[in-house]
């Protein structure tokens, strides 16, 4: 664990931070790259900080990833960043992209084909963002890993 000095000389316990990130062309080829990146990015928080990661959090993750991978490639004309961060047993997933459309959730309609990324990613984080940036769009998922509010667990 990294650990800083506070104004009084004293030790303060920083929580380490995780961070795995995927650079992603819009041909498509890195969809199944960035859900094999989730599963070993997790099983590496599992053995090196202790989370304990059920598998079917570990699946949540790998569809999460995949829907927003899916939807930039889809919507997005260039490249696009996914990146996987874990502080405190809360996974933020975060992918950007060089569309500045804002996505919107389509109102559920079981007839619909297609279009239904955002609602699956609603229905399966804690919570989800999207913001603008200088250039493009920044999309945040966070998912709980550990304790009441994990998949599998409660």
């Given at each position: 664990?990294?650990?800083?000095?506070?104004e009084?000389?004293?030790?303060?316990?920083?929580?380490?931070?995780?961070?795995?990130?995927?650079?992603?062309?819009?041909?498509?080829?890195?969809?199944?790259?960035?859900?094999?990146?989730?599963?070993?990015?997790?099983?590496?928080?599992?053995?090196t900080?202790?989370?304990p990661?059920?598998?079917?959090?570990?699946?949540?993750?790998q569809?999460?990833?995949?829907?927003?991978?899916?939807?930039?490639?889809?919507?997005?004309?260039?490249?696009?960043?996914?990146?996987?961060r874990?502080?405190?047993?809360?996974?933020?997933?975060?992918?950007?992209d060089?569309n500045?459309?804002?996505?919107?959730a389509?109102?559920?309609?079981p007839?619909?084909?297609?279009?239904?990324?955002?609602?699956?990613?609603?229905?399966?984080?804690?919570?989800?963002?999207?913001?603008?940036?200088?250039?493009?769009?920044?999309?945040?998922?966070?998912?709980?890993?550990?304790?009441?509010?994990?998949?599998g667990?409660?």
């Open positions: 664990m990294d650990q800083s000095a506070d009084s000389g004293g030790e303060l316990s920083v929580p380490s931070l995780m961070e795995a990130s995927l650079a992603l062309n819009s041909d498509g080829s890195r969809i199944a790259q960035a859900r094999h990146l989730a599963a070993a990015f997790l099983d590496k928080v599992r053995h900080q202790g989370v990661v059920v598998t079917a959090t570990v699946e949540i993750v569809l999460i990833v995949s829907e927003l991978v899916t939807n930039a490639r889809k919507y997005a004309p260039g490249p696009a960043l996914l990146r996987l874990v502080a405190d047993s809360v996974l933020q997933v975060e992918l950007w060089s500045p459309a804002l996505p919107a389509e109102a559920p309609d007839e619909r084909i297609g279009r239904h990324g955002l609602e699956i990613v609603t229905a399966l984080a804690q919570s989800l963002t999207v913001e603008t940036t200088p250039v493009g769009k920044r999309v945040i998922v966070h998912v709980v890993l550990a304790g009441a509010g994990a998949a667990v409660g």
